[in-house]
């Protein structure tokens, strides 16, 4: 009796352990996201930031060099993030969120005497997802679907746990939820499925064509040096100038969930072309550039993009074929299908709840 009786104190023990590791990744995931969407909108709300490119670049580049040994490497991409935004660079937010995410699951464990491992980095890896587009559910798919973490079966409530943990504190500090609303007045037909088969199609391959292009500059410098550096950014940098001339800094450059509207498909269709082809060419340079963050909101953009440029083509103007070219592109560009599925699924029925 005393034997187990000791044993389900040792459990509630651990699972407080867990909780309060929980809440505070996600506090600190939030807290990250919160000042990347502050910066990201005064960035496009200032063209002339994008002056500051390559200094920018420059200035993450020597970041990275003086201060990004093993131990504070997830902290030093934060502000190097939190730099690329800044200068408008057309970059994500969530691949040092989630970095960040581990790092801090693994000391907090580590701080309260519990080992870590696997089951941290899984807890940091989904209150940063969760926490970052404010999808507990995707988040909790990212992690089955990536192929490191293997969750069991009992990993099932801190899963849960933390997964609502992030939710509530991103919606506590009011960040703005990756949320889709289909129109009702959408006529289902035929024509209908095959044009929205048929933007997810053509987003899903363009997605492919910018990671060639990425892979590509990649190639040609496994490392590029100081030089290499500022040219790619002075390249972005032209290349965000001549776009906001022809279509406005909120198309191309950093972006927050609040892009997504109806109001792309009101751009015509020799526009939204080039938008597609200036958001690739851009994020490529951009990543190859060293602008920290990640690729999940801009392959989002490129997807929604290329779904408006097939909806105005077809003589539609109907938010679905963007909503699904997002998701397709998302889910060829970054391999991850189930959790692009979940995250349509969740952004789509959390306008009901």
């Not at 989630?98 to 870590?116: A, N, P, T």
């Amino acid at each position: 009796m005393r034997f187990a009786f000791s044993g389900i104190k040792i459990m509630a023990l651990d699972s407080t352990k867990w909780i309060v590791a929980s809440i505070l990744t996600s506090a600190a995931c939030c807290l990250y996201a919160f000042v990347i969407e502050s910066i990201s909108e005064f960035a496009i709300d200032c063209s002339y930031l994008l002056l500051a490119m390559p200094v920018g670049a420059a200035v993450i580049m020597t970041i990275r060099r003086r201060c990004g040994f093993k131990g504070v490497k997830a902290y030093v991409d934060v502000v190097a993030t939190w730099v690329s935004h800044f200068c408008g660079a057309s970059v994500g937010k969530e691949a040092v969120g989630i970095e960040l995410g581990k790092d801090l699951s693994r000391r907090v464990l580590k701080r309260m005497g519990m080992r870590s491992g696997r089951k941290s980095d899984m807890l940091g890896c989904l209150a940063a997802f969760s926490s970052l587009f404010s999808t507990p559910i995707s988040g909790i798919a990212f992690c089955i679907e990536e192929r490191e973490f293997k969750p069991r079966l009992h990993d099932i409530p801190m899963i849960v746990v933390t997964a609502a943990c992030a939710f509530a504190f991103s919606r506590l500090v009011g960040m703005r939820p990756l949320r889709f609303a289909l129109a009702a007045d959408d006529r289902i037909s035929f024509r209908f499925f095959i044009l929205v088969f048929a933007s997810a199609a053509f987003a899903g391959v363009v997605s492919l064509g910018y990671v060639k292009l990425r892979k590509l500059i990649a190639s040609r410098s496994e490392k590029f040096d100081s030089e290499d550096v500022i040219l790619l950014s002075i390249a972005a940098l032209a290349l965000s100038f001549v776009s906001f001339n022809v279509i406005g800094n909120r198309y191309v450059n950093g972006l927050s969930v609040s892009f997504f509207s109806c109001q792309t498909l009101g751009l015509e269709a020799g526009i939204l072309l080039f938008s597609i082809l200036a958001k690739v060419v851009l994020t490529a340079l951009c990543v190859s550039a060293g602008f920290a963050g990640g690729e999940f909101v801009p392959f989002l953009v490129i997807g929604f993009l290329s779904g408006a440029f097939v909806a105005r083509l077809a003589g539609m103007n109907s938010i679905a074929m963007p909503v699904f070219g997002a998701f397709a592109s998302l889910a060829c560009g970054k391999k991850i299908p189930y959790t692009s599925f979940m995250l349509l699924v969740e952004s789509l029925l959390a306008n009901f709840l």
